[in-house]
């Protein structure tokens, strides 16, 4: 069984930067794409950005050119860097992995939510 954590989060002023993290634990043969997504009060869930094992990240429009998605493989973690923040950009960010288990079924699991809050 899996599991995934998130990091980081909380209060930032406007134009500034935070980092999250999400780790991938447990037993399982390996970690697919990884994504954040985020939502806000009264709003449905949205993607943010997702990345695989190889490739580059993809992108929401609201943050390209601020938002970095990366990810380290032999720690099975993704990092999202965000940089300009805005206060739109409040909201609670969740990790998502795609996790190949232990017989080589395929399982999405969800991390708990981190607050981000974008205020001055």
């Known amino acids: 069984q899996a599991q995934v954590v998130e990091s980081g989060g909380g209060l930032a002023l406007p134009g500034g930067s935070l980092r999250l993290s999400c780790a991938a634990s447990?037993?399982?043969?390996?970690?697919?794409?990884m994504a954040w997504y985020r939502q806000a009060p009264g709003k449905q869930r949205e993607l943010v950005a997702t990345?695989?094992?190889?490739?580059?990240?993809i992108y929401a429009d609201s943050v390209k050119g601020r938002f970095t998605i990366s990810r380290d493989n032999a720690k099975n973690t993704v990092y999202l860097q965000m940089n300009s923040l805005e206060p739109e950009d409040t909201a609670v960010y969740y990790c998502?992995?795609?996790?190949?288990?232990?017989?080589?079924?395929?399982?999405?699991?969800w991390g708990q939510g981190t607050q981000v809050t974008v205020s001055s």
């Open positions: 447990g037993s399982f043969s390996s970690v697919g794409v």
């Open positions: 990345i695989g094992r190889v490739e580059n990240g």
């Open positions: 998502n992995a795609r996790i190949v288990q232990i017989g080589l079924s395929v399982k999405d699991y």
